[in-house]
């Protein structure tokens, strides 16, 4: 048997992270988790750390210390923290594949730090590709590093476009399951809160991502995650809600065939296809039973109730720090809407002025990027003061 594949799970307590785990236990032999990453749930980082016994786990600024560090000593575990430690274990030495399941524009550096020590990433972390996925994908380029998506919409892609031609793609089609609230108009979602949205139809996943579903940002996000992945121009990719999440997006080509891929929910399925790619194995995944399923309906996104979706386009149309700036004041607004500082439909709202607040600037360094992302921060704190909850 070939030698385990050395894994680095960034964001290991997390949602993604803990299929990550389960995938891992899938196949004993296969993996070798020989660094981890969490922020605060230190219970489950515990378990995980006496359950792998990685070399390195990284946890939050200023964490380092108390039960976790003890549980580190007795395991002869290195402990590191912060951002630096991040970027540490995301390019640790003696790793072959760095699997970032970090929420937020936090993600990038440790992305980009995977990708300058020349290591495989499988990515879940969207927000890395939004806000800086030019420079993203120029690394990977120099490194020789591959990106590898876990998010399933671009899993799909990439099994649809895995050895072909580029030049003969037509459309990327993107499917939407349209989140909790689909169907719905301005005025039923005048009162929502973050427990309405939490109710997601066909995904458990965590709370800021949960959020962008409901107002379909997280498809924004996407189609700029695409763009840069398999470098399709905007105008070229499309979104179509697709209730049922069975086809997880689809491939047009010049000749008119559209290949599409499709499964039951279940993010274990993406997980494992980036962790063994390009090998393909069992997996957790139920199998699809046609017959049940009767039928699969589409239709189109309803983009004048759900805004952010038009303006992760436009937003993208912008480029240069544009992207992040997006990104940030989403991310800024999401975290008020969970801690029920602000209404539903004042997400879009927040996003719009700190769009209109932050002028574009260049983004040809990650530098670049990240001063963008906290411009826009700032300004969209100083916007949630003002804004009517
Ligand atoms: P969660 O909120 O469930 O998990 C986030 C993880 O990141 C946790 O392990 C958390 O640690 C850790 N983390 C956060 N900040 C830091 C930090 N500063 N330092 C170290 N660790 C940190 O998010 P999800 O798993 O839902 O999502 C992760 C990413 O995957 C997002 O970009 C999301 O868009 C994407 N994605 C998620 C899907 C899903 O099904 N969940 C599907 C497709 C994409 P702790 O828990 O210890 O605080
Ligand atoms: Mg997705």
């Known amino acids: 048997m070939a030698r385990p594949r050395r894994l680095v799970i960034l964001g290991s307590t997390g949602s993604i992270g803990s299929q990550v785990m389960e ?13 981890l990453a969490a922020n605060s749930r230190f219970e489950l980082l515990a378990r995980q750390m006496a359950e792998f016994r990685p070399g390195l ?3 939050g600024q200023g964490q380092a210390r108390g039960s976790i560090a003890r549980a580190a000593a007795g395991l002869r575990i290195c402990l590191a923290e912060g951002g630096r430690g991040l ?5 640790m030495p003696g790793a072959d594949m760095t699997v970032n399941a970090l ?14 020590a020349g290591r495989d990433v499988a990515l879940a972390n969207k927000e890395s590709l939004v806000a800086g996925g030019e420079l ?4 990977a380029g120099k490194s020789g590093a591959r990106i590898i998506p876990i998010d399933s919409e671009h899993a799909a892609l990439h099994q ?3 050895g072909r031609d580029p030049r003969t793609v037509r459309r990327l089609i993107l499917t939407a399951s349209g989140g909790p609230f689909r169907g719905r108009g301005r005025s039923k979602l005048l009162r929502v809160t973050a427990r309405h949205a939490m109710k997601h139809p066909t995904w458990r996943m965590g709370p800021k991502i949960t959020v962008d579903s409901a107002t379909l940002m997280n498809k924004g996000l996407e189609v700029l995650e695409a763009r840069h992945l398999f470098g399709v121009p905007l105008e070229r990719i499309e979104v179509v809600v697709h209730p049922e999440s069975v086809i997880h997006s689809m491939a047009e080509f010049t000749d008119g065939s559209v290949l599409a891929q499709l499964s039951s929910p279940d993010m274990r ?7 063994t790619w390009p090998v393909r194995r069992p997996s957790l995944a139920k199998p699809l039973n046609f017959p049940e399923i009767g039928k699969l309906t589409f239709h189109r996104p309803d983009t004048a109730t759900f805004r952010c979706l038009k303006l992760a386009y436009l937003a993208g149309g912008i480029g240069g720090s544009m992207p992040a700036v997006m990104n ?13 500082r602000i209404g539903f439909l004042r997400i879009p709202e927040v996003i719009v002025r700190t769009m209109a607040a932050v002028p574009r600037t260049r983004a040809a360094t990650v530098g670049d990027v990240m001063a963008a992302d906290a411009r826009a921060r700032a300004a969209a704190r100083r916007l949630l003061g003002r804004v009517r909850p």
């Open 136 to 139: 993203v994908m120029r690394a």
């Open 328 to 340: 940030a004041a989403n991310e800024v607004a999401v975290q008020a809407f969970i801690e029920g």
């Open 57 to 59: 786990v990284c946890v």
């Open 87 to 91: 970027e540490l274990a995301a390019g």
């Open 23 to 35: 995938v891992v236990r899938r196949h004993p032999g296969l993996f070798r988790v020989v660094g």
């Open 103 to 116: 929420v937020g524009a936090a993600g990038l550096l440790p992305t980009m730090a995977a990708i300058r």
């Open 160 to 162: 649809c476009l895995d």
């Open 269 to 275: 399925l993406p997980i494992q296809y980036a962790l």
